[in-house]
């Protein structure tokens, strides 16, 4: 079982990991690392909010698979949560960027800097829910 901490943690050691990836100007050549990443940071930050919510059991795992597509991930998620409005649609795109940055050819830095400044907002919005600062 994963805890709220443990998600946490996760989220954090990505998140240090891409940001040194930004600072040392390799965005490019690790965007198949970052696009798995920023893909995991998403999840994990979307059960915190889950679980500060009680909105699922304390063993509930979010995969990124939920969100291959918005019919899955309305499916999964049919219940009320804070800003589902903003999060689903964010939450469906961060999986669309890790199937184009983590499989098939190289993409174009600006691709790889969509993916971060969507998780970004993601990061953003589930901090302001749940009070937890990454």
Same mark, same amino acid.
């Given at each position: ?57 304390? %063993? ?43 499989? %098939? ?8 800097? %969509? ?20």
């Amino acid at each position: 079982m994963v805890l709220i901490e443990e998600h946490i943690k996760n989220a954090k050691e990505l998140l240090k990991d891409i940001n040194e990836k930004v600072r040392s100007d390799l965005v490019a050549e690790r965007q198949k690392l970052i696009g798995f990443a920023a893909s995991e940071i998403s999840c994990d930050l979307f059960a915190v909010l889950l679980h500060k919510k009680n909105l699922v059991t304390p %063993g509930f795992n979010v995969n990124h698979r939920f969100f291959a597509s918005e019919k899955s991930a309305r499916e999964r998620f049919a219940y009320d949560f804070p800003k589902k409005s903003e999060l689903l649609p964010l939450l469906i795109e961060q999986e669309n960027y890790r199937n184009i940055l983590c499989y %098939g050819k190289s993409k174009e830095r600006k691709t790889v800097e %969509g993916a971060i400044k969507n998780l970004q907002k993601i990061k953003s919005i589930i901090e302001s829910e749940t009070g937890e600062r990454l």
